[in-house]
């Protein structure tokens, strides 16, 4: 295990900055998500983690020791790539014990690391067979038990689990967070899939753009977004906005939309008559019977627990999470209102946050008007 250390990480292609002064401290032992969209970075800054880029600006340290100059070898982490990166000559035996046989460790060393690793991924009955004769899922297992075998200060990690089908990768995400759990080692993980982010790290690094715009954990990251960005990508399905105005209804202010208004914050310090953009998420919009708003059903699309269903309200096009008992039909009306503690207000310029999601004190019953 080994604490990681990005200071001030740049990287240059020409005239492209691909990563923008990052900072972060990976805790010794700990699971760190860089989550993003595609081009906005994180596999480039895993590869200078790695020594496979080099940097621009800044410095990373891997256990204490500064390795901008070292080469990936000198840096004793592993790297488990999307490809799964395995020599197809080579059987599962002989591409576990590869980097070992590098090192000039004995013959019985190499047995029984292999051998021990195996056992831990369920390979031992696959040791004598070559990749082509493996599934996607056994590929990957010994592209992890490649990099295990290593015994690493730390594992990097490339989108691992992308080239598996959605039922194996849900199998194997749980089995590498059990594995990693059993082996209390640091890992960076790469990935774009914001689900996979989410069960996985103990702390996710979202990046936009080549920032990292947001660092914490996966509950505070969806209860407190840092923008709006964040708010819209982290979290399934993503996050609904609507304009609305700062208004002054008797000495109080108010956010006024085209279909409802509600009390704004005492610390909101936004002048009246300007726009800001307000956050709900599906789970916070609920159905009733009576009051609310009302809104056209478009588009019902069942899940299997809950249906989630899309509603246009005025120019407003909303989604909102339902039972999967619930009866909605395209085209039906329906009355909806919001969960008032849970709304999020942001800068329509900046997209940055205002405020966090207002307090019961901070905010009086959600009114809705039709």
């Known amino acids: 295990m080994a604490q990681i250390s990005l200071k001030g990480v740049r990287k240059e292609f020409g005239q492209t900055v691909a990563v923008k002064d990052v900072n972060v401290d990976i805790r010794d032992g700990e699971f760190l998500v860089f989550v993003g969209p595609s081009g906005c970075g994180k596999t480039t800054t895993l590869r200078m983690i790695a020594g496979l880029e080099s940097l621009t600006d800044g410095e990373i340290t891997i256990g204490g020791r500064i390795v901008n100059e070292m080469s990936p070898g000198e840096r004793d982490v592993a790297m488990v790539f999307q490809n799964y990166a395995l020599y197809s000559h080579l059987t599962v035996r002989n591409n576990l014990g590869f980097a070992l046989k590098a090192r000039r460790l004995t013959p019985g060393e190499i047995k029984r690391r292999v051998e021990r690793v195996a056992e831990m991924l369920d390979l031992s009955e696959l040791l004598d067979r070559k990749p082509r004769q493996l599934s996607g899922g056994q590929r990957q297992r010994v592209a992890l038990g490649r990099a295990i075998v290593r015994a690493p200060q730390a594992f990097l990690m490339d989108e691992p689990l992308s080239n598996l089908d959605a039922l194996l990768r849900l199998q194997t995400r749980k089995e590498l967070i059990e594995l990693t759990r059993e ?188």
């Not at 774009?192 to 505070?220: I, K, N, S």
């Open 183 to 370: 082996l209390n080692s640091t890992v960076v993980y790469v990935t774009h899939d914001q689900v996979e982010a989410m069960t996985m790290g103990h702390r996710l690094a979202v990046m936009y753009d080549g920032e990292v715009v947001q660092l914490d954990t996966p509950e505070a990251i969806y209860r407190r977004p840092t923008n709006q960005f964040v708010a819209q990508f982290i979290g399934s399905p993503p996050m609904n906005f609507l304009t609305v105005t700062v208004c002054e209804s008797r000495s109080k202010l108010i956010l006024k939309g085209d279909h409802f208004q509600c009390s704004a914050p005492d610390n909101l310090e936004i002048p009246v008559g300007q726009s800001v953009t307000l956050g709900i998420r599906p789970d916070d919009l609920d159905s009733v019977a009576r009051g609310g708003f009302a809104a056209t059903v478009s588009v019902v699309e069942t899940l299997g627990s809950e249906k989630l269903v899309y509603v246009n309200a005025g120019d407003d096009s909303l989604s909102l999470l339902v039972p999967a008992s619930a009866t909605v039909k395209n085209g039906e009306q329906v009355k909806l209102k919001a969960n008032p503690k849970n709304i999020h207000l942001f800068d329509p310029t900046t997209q940055s946050r205002i405020t966090a999601p207002p307090s019961p004190q901070l905010l009086s019953e959600f009114v809705w008007t039709k």
